[in-house]
């Protein structure tokens, strides 16, 4: 069961995220180099889903995003409030849980989604929330901009009033 669900979380994210839960993991792919070209995306899943890399990958508390690292703290929250998460898509839920060493609690909550969504319904799911998840992330990442520059303009001001105040002295 670990292994489909493995399966399943790993063929919903994009190269890049694959790559960098390859480079995480250390793992080996016959035929192509560290730091050469990628290879598919189906070639890494299958190393990937080798008994030893998916105990590194459990092991390994694979990051989101920052962002979602600080809004949710996956590993401490109950089955229901893991089912209540409407902006996140369940793969990026199971990750987390799967590499945060909570097998037990990304069974139940995959076995859950799967009974009430079917196959189907679990895929149409992570499509439409990864849609509202990376709108959330954008307006998230624009007001953490905002506020960067509002501090940059304090400091600014803070610099310039104080270049004033030693000028005014002497």
Known sequence: ?????????LNQQEDQQISEIVNTVQVVIPGFRKGSKLPPKHIMI?????????????????????ELDEAYDFLNMSDKELESIKNIPPSLILLKLLSGKEEDKAITLFDCWKREHGEEGLQKMEEERKTVMETWLTSVKKDNE??????????????????GRKFKRN
């Open 1 to 9: 069961m670990l292994k489909e669900i493995w399966k399943w979380v």
């Open 146 to 163: 905002k506020k960067s520059l509002l501090r940059k303009n304090l400091r600014r001001r803070q610099k310039r009033e104080g270049n």
């Open 46 to 66: 299958m190393q990937l889903l080798k008994p030893k890399y998916i105990q590194r990958m459990a092991n390994s508390s694979i990051s989101l995003s920052g």
